[in-house]
């Protein structure tokens, strides 16, 4: 069993944005928005903010009081818009219940759409014509790349359906050949279909949610939960003691998709850079 080391294949691929930022000369902007004080948002802005620092890119914060109106937060939207200097807007998820997050997604731009969840690029997606990759799936494609396994032809099986996370997540591995099985809560015998996957991926939101008589001999198994446990700790979705053993590959929870979802969102911010210089 190997375990994939996240972290590192992360660092590789902000030290590849930060060499081509340089020797282009880039002058590289990303806008974080964060309304109100989700503790786990603030963390998540803040390890954005590090990576920009890290790409030799700028990164804008407007953080925003609990009762901002979305008339005011649409507002700020269109100036980041019209703002030359941002190459990437994003709106840290969930916002405070009053505002509407598809009409507050569907008011970037989708040339700065760096999340990648404006129904522009969701549907370029679909089609296998894209610009921008959503970050999580497209961070679970570069480590399952870096294990050596050949997508084309795998049975895989992800467990979750969310338009962030699942969907996404099945489109790429079907673009890359892989026959794909996608599960949720009203899937018949779950353990039956996850056991013949050669690829697992799992998006739930569950603590010990895969157990080993879920996963088949030689699986490289995917963990993208991200849940505490009952002491308070990060964990994953996999029971990862009991599951590992039976494992080609698996990630690790904290260390596995976690630190590529923001490598993907720098590579988007650069790709947003580019799309909009050509554009000029
Ligand atoms: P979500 O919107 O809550 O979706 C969860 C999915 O799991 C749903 O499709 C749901 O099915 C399915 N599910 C729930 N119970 C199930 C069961 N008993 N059997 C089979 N399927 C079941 O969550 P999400 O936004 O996709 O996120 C999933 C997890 O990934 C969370 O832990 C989240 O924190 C984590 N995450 C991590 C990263 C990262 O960077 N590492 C990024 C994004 C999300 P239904 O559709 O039928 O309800």
New binding site residues.
Partial sequence: MNIIDGKAVSASVKEQIRQEILRDNLQVGLAVIIVGNNQASRVYVNNKKKACEVCGMQSFEYALPEETTEKELLELIDTLNNDPKVNGILCQLPLPKHLDEEKVIEAISPLKDVDAFHAVNVGKIMIGNYAFLPC?PA?VMELIHSTGTDVCGKECVV????N???KPMAMLLLHENATVTV?????KN?AEVCRRADILVS????AD?VTADMVKDGAVVID????RNAENKLCG?VKFDEVAPKCSYITPVPGG??PM?IAMLMKNTLMAKRLQMSNE
């Fill in positions: 999580t961070g467990i979750g359906r969310s962030i996370v699942g599960c949720h809560s009203r899937t779950l998006a739930v939101g569950r949610f993208v939960g991200m849940n979705d998709v976690g979802t």
